[in-house]
C-alpha cells in the first residue's frame, strides 16, 4: 500500500468551469476525509465518509461542492462553477476508526487549485 | 466547540538549538491530540499523538509533547533542531469525528 493518493496535483481552471479531484484512500482505512488548506492556514474540514455514507458536511461546503464515495473505495470531489475563492489546496486523508477511536489520519499530498 | 490555537506564526532557530512551538487547545472533554508536519507543497506528516497515559509522548524525528491539562496546552519539542527540520507545524485536537487544526507555525532554521 502506497499511502493516500490524490489526482490531480494541480489543476488550473478557469472561472465558471467544473472541476473534480479523485482520492485514492489507504485500502483498510474506512474512513475518508477531505480538507481545504489556503495559503498560510491550517486545513479546514469540509466532509467525511464512514465506508461509502457521507456522514457530515462543513457549512463550508456550499451547495457548489459534492463529494461521493461510491462503494467506500475512492472518493471524488466535485466543484460545480467555479469561482476564485475556491483557490485552494484540497487534501484528503483516510484513517482506521475502531470502536470509537479513531487512530490518526494519513494524508495525501493534496490537489492544489487555481481558479483564473 | 473544539479550537487550536499556536501563538506563533514564524518561529527561527539556529541549528543544533532547542525548539519549542506552542499549541493551546480549546475542548471540553478529554482532547485527542496531535502533532503534524507539513514541507512545502506537501501534505501532512503526522509527528505524534496523545491519546491518554503518559502526558509525555514520543513521535518520530526526534520530537516529543508534553500535554498539560492545567493549562489546556499540548507543546512541542525538540532538543537539538536539524535544517530539514524547517517547515510547517500544526496541533490538531480530535473531536467530534474530525480533526481542528491550529493555524500553524513556520519554523525557519538559520545555519
Known amino acids: 500500500d502506497t499511502g493516500v493518493s490524490q489526482n490531480p496535483r494541480h489543476k488550473i481552471t478557469k472561472r465558471g468551469q467544473n472541476v473534480t479531484f479523485r482520492c485514492d484512500p489507504i485500502s483498510e482505512h474506512n474512513r475518508l476525509y477531505w480538507y481545504r488548506q489556503t495559503l498560510g492556514q491550517g486545513p479546514e474540514f469540509l466532509t467525511y465518509f464512514q465506508n461509502e455514507a457521507q456522514l457530515e458536511k462543513s457549512r463550508l461546503l456550499s451547495d457548489r461542492f459534492s463529494a461521493e464515495r461510491p462503494k467506500g473505495s475512492f472518493s471524488t470531489l466535485e466543484i460545480q462553477r467555479t469561482e476564485q475563492g475556491d483557490s485552494a489546496m484540497y487534501l484528503c486523508?483516510?484513517?482506521?476508526?475502531?470502536?470509537?477511536?479513531?487512530?490518526?489520519?494519513?494524508f495525501g499530498s493534496g490537489t492544489r487549485l487555481t481558479v483564473v | 466547540a473544539q479550537s487550536v490555537t499556536q501563538p506563533d506564526i514564524h518561529i527561527t532557530v539556529s541549528e543544533g538549538a532547542s525548539l519549542e512551538l506552542r499549541c493551546n487547545y480549546s475542548y471540553g472533554a478529554t482532547p485527542y491530540l496531535f502533532w503534524y508536519v507539513q514541507s512545502p507543497g506537501q501534505g501532512l506528516q503526522l509527528l505524534l499523538k496523545?491519546?491518554?497515559?503518559?502526558?509525555l509522548v514520543q513521535g518520530i524525528k526526534g520530537f516529543e509533547a508534553e500535554f498539560k491539562r492545567s493549562q489546556s496546552s499540548f507543546n512541542l519539542r525538540k532538543p537539538s533542531v536539524h535544517w530539514s527540520d524547517a517547515a510547517e507545524y500544526f496541533c490538531a485536537v480530535y473531536a467530534g469525528n474530525m480533526l481542528t487544526f491550529g493555524g500553524g507555525t513556520r519554523l525557519m532554521v538559520k545555519p
Open positions: 496523545y491519546f491518554s497515559g503518559d502526558t
Open positions: 486523508a483516510s484513517s482506521l476508526e475502531e470502536g470509537g477511536l479513531d487512530y490518526g489520519y494519513t
